[in-house]
């Protein structure tokens, strides 16, 4: 089965600050994305990578960027945290590109900006 | 673009009646439709998926049809257990534009014993 871990589980983070959060996929799977997650909205897309070394903008990039380093891992990475980012992350990964694909899922990471 | 709209929560229902959790979208693609399902402190997983218009998808008795012509894949069980309890996420996506999902807001239900 799928596994899709993350680190840290929660985080508290002075604004202005840099935040890494970690994800880590043992599937072997081509895709990773990273989401937040807000109260009536939903899990809004941030970044997300097909391959090693290469990362997208999703739909809501501003304030954040990403690592791929490895098939493996991938990291969103706060330069300078704020206020309007404490949220719930999460990651996800999924095979390649096929029409009954779909993602899986992290625990989370909970990160709260003081 | 692509966009999702679900019944506005948070719900409340009493153990053994029925739920439907409305799920409305806009597309120009063929996407594939899911429901995935979220328990507090997890993230969410998949409860079901329907690649094709017209066909049904149902798992551990939630089901919904995929319904091109209305643009609508609403999530019905018949009869709720308190363990339903969790947040319903509906979303769209497919094998275009980099596998991207696009969910709605969540629905929280909360089921009374």
């Known amino acids: 089965e799928a596994a899709v871990t993350q680190s840290p589980r929660s985080k508290v983070a002075v604004t202005g600050g840099k935040v890494t959060l970690s994800c880590h996929q043992t599937n072997n799977h081509d895709y990773m994305y990273w989401y937040r997650q807000d109260t009536g909205h939903g899990l809004r897309l941030i970044h997300y990578s097909y391959v090693a070394d290469s990362t997208e903008k999703g739909d809501i990039p501003d304030g954040y960027k990403a690592s791929r380093p490895s098939q493996e891992n991938f990291s969103l990475i706060l330069e300078l945290a704020s206020l309007s980012q404490t949220a719930v992350y999460f990651c996800?990964?999924?095979?390649?590109?096929?029409?009954?694909?779909?993602?899986?899922f992290g625990p989370g990471t909970r990160l709260t900006v003081l | 673009g692509d966009s999702v709209t679900q019944t506005e929560g948070p719900v409340t229902l009493s153990e053994g009646t029925s739920l439907t959790v409305n799920c409305s979208y806009e597309t120009k693609q063929y996407p594939t439709l899911f429901w995935y399902v979220q328990y507090p402190g997890e993230g969410p997983q998949l409860l079901f998926k329907?690649?094709?218009?017209?066909e049904k998808g149902s798992n551990r008795g939630f089901e919904a049809t995929y319904n091109k012509e209305a643009t609508s894949f609403h999530l019905q069980k018949a009869s709720v257990q308190e363990s339903d309890s969790a947040v319903y996420y509906c979303?769209?996506?497919?094998?275009?534009?980099?596998?991207?999902?696009?969910f709605g807001q969540g629905t929280k239900l909360s089921i009374k014993p």
């Open positions: 979303a769209l996506g497919g094998n275009y534009n980099q596998g991207k999902l696009i």
């Open positions: 329907v690649p094709k218009a017209n």
């Open positions: 996800a990964s999924r095979p390649g590109l096929g029409v009954y694909a779909e993602q899986f």
